[in-house]
């Protein structure tokens, strides 16, 4: 597609429940990254896919998290057990390469709350 | 050492005036520095880039100015309009993966 797209744009989930989140990177990006944007704060890296390397997860804040790649397609993040403090939009870029030669395109991400 | 230190957390300017936002960084290692536009219910979208080698870098009414002594680097709008009105935020990279600041709320009032 033209853009990153991710789904769902919004989903309401209750406490301890797991959610699924899904990006579509654009065609022959090779990289995909993973950021969470709570109310009011900056971007805090989560993941980061490059091709068939093996992803960095430094910033996976807890092992209720996780996050597959196919190839260099779709991606989905998973949260297991969701807390209120999960609560926050999780943005999807993606990137022809590292960052220091390409910008990234971001998708207008997914509004996870925890009630 | 991997933060961004991004002020104002908001600032208001009126239409036609400067809008500044700074950003300071550590990592001297640190070798691309973007800038990021983001409207409300959308992701945020590249602005404008600079590497430590320039001092300055200007697109439009968008400039970046760099001081690599002192490890900042800052965001001037000029004659800023009201579709300015967004959140900014500046962010490092010296790998694949981007830290970003914290990010600026800009309103400009007609």
């Known amino acids: 597609g033209a853009g990153v797209s991710q789904s769902p744009s919004n989903k309401v989930t209750e406490k301890g429940k797991d959610v699924e989140l899904r990006c579509d990177p654009i065609?022959?990006?090779?990289?995909l990254y993973w950021y969470r944007q709570r109310l009011g704060q900056g971007l805090e890296f989560l993941i980061y896919f490059q091709g068939n390397s093996a992803p960095d997860k430094s910033g996976l804040p807890s092992d209720r998290f996780s996050a597959e790649r196919t190839g260099e397609s779709v991606s989905t993040l998973t949260i297991q057990r969701t807390q209120q403090e999960d609560s926050a939009v999780y943005l999807c870029?993606?990137?022809?390469?590292?960052?220091?030669?390409?910008?990234?395109?971001f998708g207008s991400g997914t509004r996870l709350t925890v009630v | 050492q991997q933060q961004v230190k991004q002020s104002p957390q908001s600032l208001i300017v009126q239409k036609g005036g400067i809008s500044i936002i700074n950003c300071a960084y550590e990592n001297t290692a640190f070798d691309y520095f973007p800038w990021y536009q983001q409207f409300p219910g959308k992701g945020p979208a590249l602005l404008i880039a600079?590497?430590?080698?320039?001092s300055e870098k200007k697109e439009g009414r968008f400039t970046i100015s760099f001081n690599k002594s002192a490890k900042q680097f800052s965001l001037h709008i000029m004659d800023s309009q009201p579709g300015d009105s967004a959140t900014y935020f500046c962010?490092?990279?010296?790998?694949?993966?981007?830290?970003f600041g914290t990010g600026t709320r800009l309103q400009v009032f007609p």
């Open positions: 600079i590497r430590p080698d320039v």
């Open positions: 870029a993606s990137s022809l390469g590292g960052s220091t030669n390409y910008g990234y395109t």
């Open positions: 962010a490092a990279s010296f790998t694949d993966k981007l830290i």
């Open positions: 065609s022959g990006h090779t990289a």
